[in-house]
């Protein structure tokens, strides 16, 4: 805009950059002016005013945008390599935008050779030349998915109006948030393959570790035995409305699988971090993929990075990232470390032994595991012995505590193939002496961050389809810079280049159309 009004095109930056100048110095004029008229005479009043005069300005604005990229509209046009006819010339668009909703009237097509086709697709110019999305613009549709993604529907309406913001209201911002949403998750694997594509492993990174675990989600389900909640009555438009019965529902928990991939420093500090999730619907194995494809990249970049695998003891989550690992041949011959996390193993080994020996017997052995390489196979061999010793003299307490610990250090050793992983998955000496984690804590606060902080709060209940939208979108909020390179890739796919298959009407005939509208 600035540009037309000059008597010549700026020659350069500074030109442009002081013709900006002058053009925000006269708008800014105009909206202390107006701000004069709707201020209470005090400094919140005239902030009150100002909030309120850039959103009607932004708004008008924003539709005089929206007017000039739907014109020209020619009767043929090829978008995609595909032929769409204009089969209706005044149809309506209720764009959703950061200032509120504007109409606009635009024409609508229909693709060549679908006349009485039922169900045949329709689109407006408008949505493709502007990239709307769900007939929401860009920006738009970035903060509410964005907001979804962090805090409830409530908080976020509240945060766009303190903003000065005129979003939509909380139930559009979740019908809207939860289909873009939708539409993220499934190009989630193009978009996190171009987001890793351009993100190496942080500079000072050494080390790189995987975990991945569950947490419980509340999740809507039909309840066909339940009974309906009582209707009430309220009035709408002066007419007596009777409230649709809802279906009863139950509240039920269902263990959705989150995964984390950690860089560190060489004095251990975390320095760069990518968080994934999944419901209990999806393959886990698809998580897993995910996490070992971060490693792989990284490896790509830096191939002196050590590569661990640290979480708890859940017997079925272990294998799936050993198979991750087979299925990569990038990491063929890369040493892949792995353990389980000591501070899940070590109450097991206090219990064991404070029941066979004594508090001090428990004390040494916590520093053995740690300084030692085969504590654990020595561990387990006193423990047998103790109870050869014993004999009849073992109490139920004791027998019991000696079968949790042998049951789960043998069930979490044998799951690849392998006979015995001992010394490998629990040899926290070698592990400390290269300087890898031996806890999982990343991962366990990758359970709380991305699922419990957003998805378990009172009250909460979730579809499958919003619960994965929701996991899949805070997943790449919380992972380091991942937002910035992923939005802008999923946003191209929804411009188009627009050909038109007759001639275009001139400046002069659009202006005058511009100004009709």
């Known amino acids: 805009y600035g540009r037309k009004t000059l008597d010549r095109e700026p020659c350069n930056e500074h030109e442009i ?10 708008a800014s004029q105009l909206l202390l002016e107006a701000v004069a008229l709707d201020s209470d005479g005090t400094f919140r009043g005239d902030e009150q005013a100002l909030a309120k005069a850039l959103a009607e300005t932004g708004r008008e604005a924003t539709r005089r945008l929206l007017e000039q990229r739907k014109l020209p509209e020619p009767e043929l046009v090829i978008i995609d390599g595909v032929q769409w006819r204009k089969v209706l010339e005044n149809g309506s668009c209720r764009v959703v935008t950061p200032f509120g909703v504007i109409p606009i009237p635009r024409a609508i097509y229909r693709e060549v050779g679908q006349r009485g086709v039922k169900g045949a697709t329709t689109i407006g110019l408008l949505e493709k030349r502007a990239g709307l999305i769900d007939a929401t613009t860009p920006r738009m ?29 909380r139930s559009t911002l979740e019908n809207k948030a939860g289909q873009i949403g939708g539409r993220v998750v499934e190009d989630a694997d193009a978009l996190l393959a171009h987001a890793r594509a351009r993100q190496p492993p942080p ?8 975990g991945v675990d569950r947490v419980n ?44 991939v950690t860089f560190r420093d060489e004095h251990g500090e975390l320095v760069g971090s990518y968080s994934y999730g999944l419901s209990h619907t999806e393959d ?17 970049h830096r191939s ?24 990569r041949p990038e990491l063929a011959g890369v040493e892949v470390r792995a353990c389980i996390d000591f501070h899940h193993f070590i109450p097991r080994v206090r219990k064991v032994v404070e029941l066979l020996w004594n508090r001090d017997a428990y004390r040494e052995w916590e520093r053995r595991l740690l300084e030692e390489s085969n504590a654990v196979l020595v561990l387990h061999d006193a423990v047998v012995q103790e109870l050869e010793r014993l ?7 004791q027998l019991e505590a000696i079968y949790s610990f042998d049951t789960y250090i043998e069930e979490r050793t044998r799951v690849d193939g392998r006979e015995d992983r001992r010394s490998e998955l629990f040899d926290y000496a070698g592990l400390r002496a290269l300087g890898l984690p031996i806890g999982s804590g990343p991962t366990e606060a990758t359970a709380k961050s991305l699922a419990s902080v957003r998805m378990r709060r009172c009250g909460d209940r979730w579809s499958v389809a919003g619960a994965q939208a929701t996991l899949t979108c805070r997943g790449i909020v919380l992972s380091s810079g991942r937002w ?9 796919s929804f411009t188009a280049d627009v050909i038109p298959l007759q001639p275009m009407p001139s400046d002069a005939t659009a202006e005058c159309e511009l100004e009709a509208a």
């Open 17 to 26: 950059a002081g013709q900006k100048v002058e053009l925000f110095a006269k």
């Open 141 to 169: 549709a970035e903060l509410m998915v964005y907001y979804d993604a962090v805090v409830t529907s409530r908080e976020a309406e509240r945060l766009m109006d303190l903003a000065g913001l005129r979003g939509p209201r």
């Open 203 to 210: 500079e000072t990174a050494v080390m790189v570790t995987v």
């Open 217 to 260: 989600v509340p999740y809507e389900e039909p309840n066909p035995g339940g009974q309906k909640s009582e209707h009430t009555r309220r009035l709408r438009r002066n007419k007596p409305y009777q409230r649709k019965e809802p279906e009863p529902v139950v509240r039920a928990f269902h263990g959705d699988f989150v995964g984390n």
């Open 284 to 300: 886990p194995a698809r998580l897993a993929d995910w996490l070992l494809a971060d490693v792989a990249v990284a490896l790509r």
């Open 304 to 327: 002196g990075l050590h590569v661990s695998i640290c979480q708890d003891g859940a017997r079925e989550l272990w294998p799936l990232l050993w198979e991750a690992v087979a299925r």
């Open 391 to 397: 004999e009849q003299d073992i109490t139920k307490e």
């Open 484 to 492: 910035d390179l992923v939005w802008p890739k999923f946003t191209e």
